[in-house]
């Protein structure tokens, strides 16, 4: 990271309000945010604070009720669902708490549905061996581990090429050795493809890998904290 590198999102006011009948629950309260090129960013905060409704925003999984967001030149408030649609399919790449694998198809498979619908798109057999798991191909889901599973949703996400990489919880049900594996191969494919990637966890230990943490909290940011020095994700323990 440098002072030079560009904005890859920028969020100014951001506000989400959800309604039920009269009940107003305001998630996130004029949140202004910036993500930068080739950068990996930690959203960390408790549960219930906002963390996944701000990054389900910036993936165009959900819309601002107030507030502008852009994607490089392109504003992302106010566009059609095509237009999120499109946006999600061509630039960003998802990573949940939850593996969400077909359980029919092998590890190679479950990549190869997202590259058969990729403009520039790696070798299913290239993602997974970004992520580590060459050597487990042709293995269905019930053959591997949680942070194996997870894996493979990694090496799917990142398969098509995405700018950005935005992960919820990844390690959420992982214990720690596990979910170690799982981060050694998030800071992976941040730092060998460049990748601007923002993770959510509530685990404070994670923030040490970033080289920004984002605290969140009841629905804004509450400080922002630049790590003068990162440490490799094998070097962290919860």
């Known amino acids: 990271?440098?002072?030079?590198?560009?904005?890859?999102?920028?969020?100014?006011?951001?506000?989400?309000?959800?309604?039920?009948?009269?009940?107003?629950v305001h998630a996130l309260r004029g949140v202004d945010a910036t993500l930068y090129e080739g950068e990996l960013a930690v959203i960390l905060?408790?549960?219930g604070g906002g963390k996944s409704t701000?990054?389900?925003?910036?993936?165009g999984l959900d819309s601002p009720t107030a507030g502008h967001v852009r994607f490089r030149d392109h504003q992302l408030s106010g566009a059609t669902e095509r237009e999120l649609t499109r946006f999600r399919r061509d630039h960003v790449g998802f990573v949940f708490q939850f593996y969400?694998?077909?359980?029919?198809?092998?590890?190679?498979?479950n990549v190869a549905?997202?590259?058969?619908?990729?403009?520039?798109?790696?070798?299913?057999?290239?993602?997974?061996?970004m992520v580590d798991l060459d050597h487990r191909l042709d293995h269905f889901?019930?053959?591997?581990?949680?942070?194996?599973?997870?894996?493979?949703?990694?090496?799917?996400?990142?398969?098509k090429r995405p700018e950005v990489l935005l992960c919820d919880e990844p390690t959420g049900a992982l214990d720690s050795k596990t979910g170690i594996k799982v981060l050694e191969a998030l800071t992976a494919v941040n730092e060998q493809l460049g990748t601007t990637t923002a993770i959510i966890t509530h685990n404070v230990e994670i923030?040490?890998?970033?080289?920004?943490?984002l605290h969140v909290a009841d629905g804004v940011i509450a400080r922002l904290e630049v790590n003068p020095t990162r440490v490799k994700a094998s070097e962290i323990s919860w």
């Open 141 to 159: 889901p019930a053959q591997l581990s949680g942070g194996e599973q997870q894996r493979v949703a990694i090496a799917r996400a990142i398969a």
């Open 54 to 59: 701000l990054l389900n925003i910036l993936g």
């Open 113 to 129: 549905l997202v590259t058969e619908i990729s403009a520039d798109p790696m070798a299913p057999e290239e993602a997974l061996a």
């Open 1 to 24: 990271m440098t002072d030079r590198a560009q904005p890859v999102f920028v969020a100014r006011g951001v506000t989400k309000v959800y309604r039920s009948g009269e009940v107003e």
């Open 45 to 47: 905060g408790p549960s």
């Open 100 to 109: 969400n694998l077909i359980p029919s198809l092998t590890a190679r498979e």
């Open 207 to 213: 923030r040490r890998i970033a080289h920004r943490v």
